[in-house]
């Protein structure tokens, strides 16, 4: 599990200057996830 969630992360890093739509649209379902699974282990 945590290393899927590692390369998630790598994939958004890697993928950040791109502007194609298709991606922007599947990296707005991803960052809510993230955001969520990563928070408590920020607190």
Same mark, same amino acid.
Do not use: C, V, W
């Given at each position: 599990? #945590?290393?899927?969630?590692?390369? %998630?992360?790598?994939?958004? /890093?890697? $993928? &950040?200057? %791109? !502007? !194609?739509? &298709? @991606?922007?649209? $599947? &990296?707005? #379902?991803?960052? *809510?996830?993230?955001?969520? /699974? @990563?928070? *408590?282990?920020? #607190?």
């Amino acid at each position: 599990m #945590e290393t899927g969630d590692i390369h %998630l992360l790598k994939i958004l /890093k890697g $993928h &950040r200057g %791109l !502007s !194609s739509s &298709r @991606f922007n649209a $599947h &990296r707005l #379902e991803i960052i *809510p996830i993230a955001t969520y /699974k @990563f928070l *408590p282990q920020i #607190e």
